[in-house]
Nanobody
């Protein structure tokens, strides 16, 4: 059974940084595209960053490009999201997600491409 668990969320002031981590079990991350999504109250879920299995390319939504960095460590079965220059509009529940095996996605992530999800972790940004 594939399980994803997020960690590292919390509260930060605008302009600050947070690092989210996602630990995966039940599969080997090296065969999955991985992604981070977020959802704020009353808004649709947004794919903010994606990384294909090889990790040689990364993809971001326009709203976070230049501020967020996605990375993966296949040896540790983990993925991370470094979030810098946080803004109040970045506040949301953040979710890590994994594709089906051997799916390579070269675009900002779309929810329907990712069947495996973590429970989510809250990020709060105060102004």
């Amino acid at each position: 059974q594939v399980q994803l668990v997020e960690s590292g969320g919390g509260s930060v002031q605008a302009g600050g940084s947070l690092r989210l981590s996602c630990t995966v079990s039940g599969t080997t991350t090296s065969s999955h595209s991985m992604a981070w999504f977020r959802q704020a109250p009353g808004k649709e879920r947004e794919g903010v960053a994606g990384i294909p299995p090889g990790g040689l390319a990364t993809y971001y939504s326009d709203s976070v490009k230049g501020r967020f960095t996605i990375s993966r460590d296949n040896a540790k079965n983990t993925m991370s999201l470094q979030m810098n220059s946080l803004k109040p509009e970045d506040a949301a529940m953040y979710y890590c997600a994994a594709s089906a095996p051997d799916r390579w996605y070269f675009q900002p992530p779309r929810s329907g491409d990712y069947p495996y999800w973590g429970q989510g972790i809250q990020v709060t940004v105060s102004s």
